[in-house]
């Protein structure tokens, strides 16, 4: 099998979008003598910030010397981005040589239960090539809820939950407490919970989680915590952490945006609860060196500024917003948004309302987007100040054409969005320094 053949075969599977359930990733997993089991796992969940948190944890899992597989969902340029070690993405060969693999397995899983999903295939295989590659622990972040995502098929031995707010309602629940109710059951007993900042009603939930499981808790503002927070304007931030089992010191996190400091945070206890020590400085030292967060508050020119977020609920643009007034100096905020069909529009529209001199709104190649008339449609009874233009490179061409140097812009709305932003960017020089695709 090539590496093209491959991806034909994974974006076949696109076709039959969420499976919610565990009846067939548990078939494979069983036909692949449960390769899942064979090393330590983290496994990650929440509303917001749990991709970056993940990778935080992963970088930190490799500078303490561990040999460290990281799944994550979904990805920007390229399905090899979701099954990493070390950092290094999957090689197209080995892309390739683990599909072919796994196939007859998905071929007898098929023939019994039905065709499965993209993410269900892309998830055993990197149980199979984590366990082969004979990694010392993997971090896993879910795709979806907690209770029936196809990476619950691990038994963690850290289970953190990011926080947890209104998002994918249709599927997980119209309250925070259902939401929090279903990402809980990704504690498991045996495990150790991290859990971050979130509403005292999703708390609840997750606590009697904990406690039907005789599940240890370790929570954001009692267990750990950040303190002497000073974010510097254009710079970064500076702070230091309680841990649970040491206060850290003087840390200097380069990657903008305040929430970062809450999700390096979070990546501190799991790391801590995962290895039941303090963490070495060098350890912490070396995984801040290079720590990049692509698509989440990433800032990609100076000139102008443009900063890129995949903030895709109301929950996430009140991130987002905050984290730009308080990382960067700037006059006027313009707002490139493209965002998927199936969101809160009229939320994330509100509330950009007060803090945006200018939306474009627009669309971007996913299927999922919702189309610039139907932001349109939304946008005209929110307050927004804004203009149409369904073509995103042409929508930044104008938003880029419209902002002095002392203007801040903005690409957001979904990680669809981000990742189309990226290429436009990059690919047709719209700006002065270019950042290293992925």
């Not at 912490?284 to 990049?292: A, F, P, R």
Request: hydrophobic fraction near 40%; include cysteine.
């Amino acid at each position: 099998m090539t590496y093209q053949e491959a991806i034909t075969y994974i974006e076949g599977a696109l076709k039959f979008g969420i499976n919610p359930g565990l009846e067939k990733i548990g078939a494979i997993c069983e036909l692949l003598g449960n390769p899942q089991l064979r090393y330590p796992t983290i496994q990650i969940t929440g509303t917001n910030g749990k991709t970056s948190t993940t990778w935080m944890a992963r970088k930190l899992l490799s500078a303490s010397g561990l040999k460290t597989g990281c799944y994550t969902s979904p990805h920007l340029h390229s399905y090899r981005e979701r099954i990493v070690i070390d950092g290094a993405s999957m090689t197209r060969d080995d892309f390739a040589h683990t599909l072919k693999e796994i196939i007859p397995a998905i071929g007898q899983v098929r023939s019994k239960f039905g065709e499965l999903t993209e993410f269900e295939i892309l998830t055993a295989m990197a149980f199979y090539h984590f366990a082969v590659s004979g990694v010392d622990v993997a971090i896993f972040e879910v795709g979806l809820g907690g209770r029936w995502d196809a990476t619950s098929m691990v038994r963690p031995k850290v289970a953190a939950i990011t926080g947890v707010s209104l998002d994918h309602t249709d599927r997980l629940g119209n309250t925070v407490e259902e939401i929090a109710w279903d990402k809980a059951h990704i504690i498991k007993s045996g495990c150790i919970a991290v859990v971050g900042d979130m509403p005292a009603g999703a708390f609840v939930k997750i606590e009697e989680r904990c406690a039907s499981l005789n599940v240890p808790m370790k929570v954001f503002g009692r267990d750990f915590s950040p303190r002497n927070v000073s974010i510097t304007k254009n710079k970064g931030s500076f702070f230091s952490i309680n841990g649970l089992f040491s206060s850290y010191d003087d840390i200097m996190l380069s990657i903008s945006g305040d929430y970062h400091v809450l999700n390096f945070t979070m990546a501190i206890a799991i790391l801590e609860a995962f290895t039941g020590r303090k963490i070495a400085t060098n350890t912490i030292t070396d995984g801040l060196t290079g720590l990049s967060c692509p698509g989440r508050f990433e800032l990609i020119s100076r000139e102008p500024l443009i900063v890129l977020d995949g903030a895709h609920n109301p929950d996430g643009v009140g991130m987002l917003i905050r984290g730009l007034s308080g990382a960067f100096e700037y006059r006027n905020l313009l707002v490139v948004l493209a965002i998927s069909s199936d969101k809160d529009i009229e939320q994330m529209l509100r509330a950009f309302a007060e803090h945006a001199s200018l939306m474009v709104l627009t669309q971007n190649n996913s299927y999922r987007s919702a189309s610039a008339n139907q932001l349109d449609d939304v946008a005209r009874y929110t307050g927004n100040r804004y203009i149409i233009e369904s073509g995103l490179e042409k929508a930044i061409s104008i938003a880029i054409s419209r902002a002095s140097v002392e203007d801040l812009i903005c690409i957001t709305g979904s990680l669809y969005t981000v990742a189309d932003a990226r290429e436009i960017l990059i690919n047709n020089r719209l700006i002065h320094a270019p950042a290293v695709l992925i």
